[in-house]
Structures are given as structure tokens and as C-alpha cells.
């Protein structure tokens, strides 16, 4: 791919990684942009020898948000026939396959909340998080009203999306919005070096975890635990838990194929 383009893939190993690239507008999230990087997305996930992808920007920001330029004069009803984020911002969340958000810099706005629809975000030192719609007179947009109270529990979402102020990497690790810190000049390195951990397992395992996971939001309980009960119990049937379990006896490194 060419430095124009508005993402960048490469891969390593078994994980796919894509980087966001409007640099010199801070990442920020146009529609072409949104549309490129479902692309990538659905490449990966389509790509057999891809098992996890990540998901970065720059030293300087994962992305600042929503493009405001492009917003500024939409009207109502270009927003809503057009179908504005539900549109093309959701592509993550029809991946099967675990994404990663690795995030430097600024993570502001939109940028925060394609970092929440990741299965998990990993950020350096200097990440800054915020949720700064209010400052512009609008609610967030892609999320960040909802996904921030499951994140960091209702009162520190209030003070985010209620204020728009900026929340360091420390506190989001803190608050349960981040998984892991790491040095600024590592992010990349240490979420390629997480996907790859992952994309050694059995992509069946992987894909399940994920679901199960996520299904702790959208259901009750009792139900989500019938889920992981049948998952489980289904497990069985592949040869990817012979492999791992005949491994462990025989003291040996499992070799999953995803079967
Ligand atoms: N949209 C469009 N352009 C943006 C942008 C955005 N969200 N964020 C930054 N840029 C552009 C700036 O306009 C500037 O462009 P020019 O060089 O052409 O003037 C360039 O990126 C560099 O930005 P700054 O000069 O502002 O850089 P800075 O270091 O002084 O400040 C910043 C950095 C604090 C991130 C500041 O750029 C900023 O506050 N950006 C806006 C953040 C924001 O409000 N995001 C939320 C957007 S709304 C949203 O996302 C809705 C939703 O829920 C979907």
C-alpha cells in the first residue's frame, strides 16, 4: 500500500495489522476513512492465515475524533437517511476474530469509541483518553455513552462524556478502560507481541472466548452462563482440545488447526 492511503496493512505472522493514516488532521475519522478501514477489517477476517488483528494510529494520536470539518454543516436529515457511523464506523464489531486497539496519543471522541468496540485496548504512557462531544455541543455518537459506563462504571463516565475532559493513561488503566500500559515508543511492538500470544491458540477457542465474552453485556446471567456452559460442552467435539489437552499430558507444544 501507498503512504496516501488512508490505511496502512501490514501483516506478522498470523496477525493483521492496520494503521489508521490521516496524520496531519490527527486520524481524525472521515468517511473514507471509516469505509478503508472496514475494508482492512473484512480483509483480515475474511484471510484464513490471519487469526487477530490490531488496530493503531501514530505517536500522536490513535484518532482525534470524529472529522469536525465534515460535520460542521450536516443537517438532520443527511445524518439520519444517510445513516451517519451505524453507516460504515461498525465494521469491528462484525469481526469474528479478536481486534486490538493499540493506542498512542490522543484517543478523543470517535477515536475513543472505535478503541471500545476493540475486545481490548493497550495504550502507551502518553495516550489521553476523552469523550469531548459536549465541548461541541452533541452527545457521543459511536458509543461512548454506552460503552463507557460498562468500562469505568457510571459516575466516571458521567465526569468523562459530562465534562469532555481528557483522562491519562494511568487512569484509564485504573478505571478498567485499558488492559495495559506500556512504554510510548512500545505500543505497537507490545500489542503485536499480545495478538501473537493469542493467534497462537485455536482460532475456534479464540472466536468463542470472544462471543462468550461478549454476551456477558447482552444477556442476563443465568443465560450467558448456559452459553459458556454449551461452549464448553461443545468444545469437546473439536480436535483442536484433543491437541491442546494431549499436549499438556504429553508435555509437548500444542499445534492448533482450527478443527
Ligand atoms: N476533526 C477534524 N480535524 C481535526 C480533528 C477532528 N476531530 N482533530 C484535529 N484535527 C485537525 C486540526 O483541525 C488541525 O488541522 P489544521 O492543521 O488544518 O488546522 C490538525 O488536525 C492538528 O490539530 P491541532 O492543531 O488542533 O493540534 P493540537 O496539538 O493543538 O491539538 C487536539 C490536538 C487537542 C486533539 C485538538 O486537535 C482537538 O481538540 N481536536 C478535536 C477533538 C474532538 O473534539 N474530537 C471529538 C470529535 S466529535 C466525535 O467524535 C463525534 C462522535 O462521537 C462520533
Known sequence: ????????????????????????QLNALSDPLMDALGEA??????????????????EKAFAAGADITRMKDLTYSEAFNGNFISRNWEKVLKCRKPVIAAVSGYALGGGCELAMMCDTIICGETAKFAQPEVKLGIPPGAGGSQRTPRAMGKAKAMDL???????????AERSGLVARVVPADKVVEEALAMASEMANYSITALMQIKELV??????????????????????????????????????RTPTFRGR
Open 214 to 251: 461478549n454476551q456477558a453485556y447482552e444477556t442476563p446471567l443465568a443465560t450467558g452462563l448456559l452459553l459458556e456452559r454449551r461452549g464448553f460442552h461443545a468444545a469437546f467435539s473439536t480436535q483442536d482440545q484433543k491437541e491442546g489437552m494431549s499436549a499438556f499430558v504429553e508435555k
Open 41 to 58: 477489517l473484512m480483509g483480515f477476517e475474511r484471510d484464513p492465515n490471519i487469526s487477530v488483528m490490531v488496530i493503531t494510529g501514530n
Open 161 to 171: 462524556c459530562l465534562t469532555g475532559r481528557m483522562m491519562d493513561a494511568q487512569e
Open 1 to 24: 500500500m501507498n503512504d496516501e492511503a488512508l490505511v496502512l496493512t501490514e501483516t506478522h505472522g498470523k496477525v493483521g495489522l492496520i494503521r489508521l493514516n490521516r496524520p496531519k
